[in-house]
């Protein structure tokens, strides 16, 4: 089912004030309500190579996928629906891509990227992630980070030896513990919600989130509530002017109709209860 003119998505890169190139990557697609994010490492531009073959697998293999999937279909052995396995099966294979390439070309190896993924149907998303790019949704006013960074400084904050404000300032807070071409395998975190007309969901680098705080991230987005491209374009400025130290990568992405899948079972039961 399209989409198209349910759901809007606009989304920016911009290489920043202190690297000579961009080794972020993004795609979107409004009538798939796809959304993707990857932040590249590695030297000799590996990071750049890394984060392009994993958004193009990516967008190339749900792009067909999405076209053979019965909605509202279940996975019986994940309980997950049947969009969600194939947004892990698609990140998957981006794994695979990246680690082959690294494994064939010298200059290229031990190169991996982050990635943040975003699908929308039937009146609900599913995001998958690996690494410290970020889902943030701002529902009823109140933003919140929908993933958890795949990163030391996490799992440090997590067991109580550094409070959130304190990883903001640590040297160490770039240090991810999963990332996409290190290894033939990868752990992938999925979460499915339900969508809501009018929330805003916000994928970003670490190019944004380590140059502002997330107050300063709402603030900004509230100022262009109406203005969705305006507001992706200030938060890259507003990053820039506090450092622009990394590549900065912002998509958002906000609902705008109901958009129910036929004859699914979970907007019957949606409707009834909303």
């Known amino acids: 089912m399209s989409l198209k003119g349910k759901i809007e998505i ?39 190579v890394a984060s392009a073959i994993t958004v193009s697998t990516i967008y190339n293999s749900l792009s067909e996928k999405l076209k053979t999937i019965k909605e509202g279909d279940v996975d019986d052995k994940t ?17 695979q891509n990246v680690f082959n390439s690294s494994s064939e070309n010298e200059h290229y190896r031990g190169m991996g990227t982050t990635v943040v993924v975003v699908l929308f149907y039937d009146n609900r998303f599913s995001v998958a992630h690996v690494g410290d ?4 949704r701002i529902r009823d006013g109140v933003l919140e980070q929908v993933t958890q960074d795949h990163s030391l ?11 959130p404000d304190q ?6 807070k770039n240090l991810v513990t999963r990332a996409i071409g290190i290894d033939e395998e990868v752990r992938i975190d999925i979460q499915e919600d339900v969508a809501q007309i009018n929330d805003i969901y916000l994928l970003c680098s670490d190019g944004l989130s380590d140059m502002i705080k997330d107050d300063q991230i709402h603030d900004i ?6 203005n969705l491209e305006t507001a992706t ?10 450092g622009g130290k990394d590549n900065i990568s912002v998509i958002l992405a906000r609902p705008l109709k109901s958009f129910p899948a036929k004859n699914s079972l979970f907007s019957r039961f949606f409707d009834l209860f909303s």
């Open 233 to 242: 374009t200030e938060l890259i400025e507003e990053a820039n002017r506090h």
């Open 10 to 48: 606009t989304g920016k890169t911009d290489v920043g004030l202190m690297r000579d190139h961009n080794e972020d990557a993004i795609d979107i697609e409004s009538s798939l309500g796809l959304a993707i994010l990857a932040d590249g490492m590695g030297g000799h531009r590996g990071g750049e």
């Open 133 to 136: 790019s970020r889902l943030y």
């Open 167 to 172: 990883a903001r300032e640590s040297l160490n």
């Open 153 to 163: 400084m996490q799992e440090l904050v997590d067991r109580g030896f550094y409070t």
């Open 221 to 226: 987005i509230k100022r262009n509530i109406d």
């Open 79 to 95: 309980g997950y629906s049947m969009e969600s396995m194939s947004i892990h099966n698609a990140i998957m294979l981006a794994n």
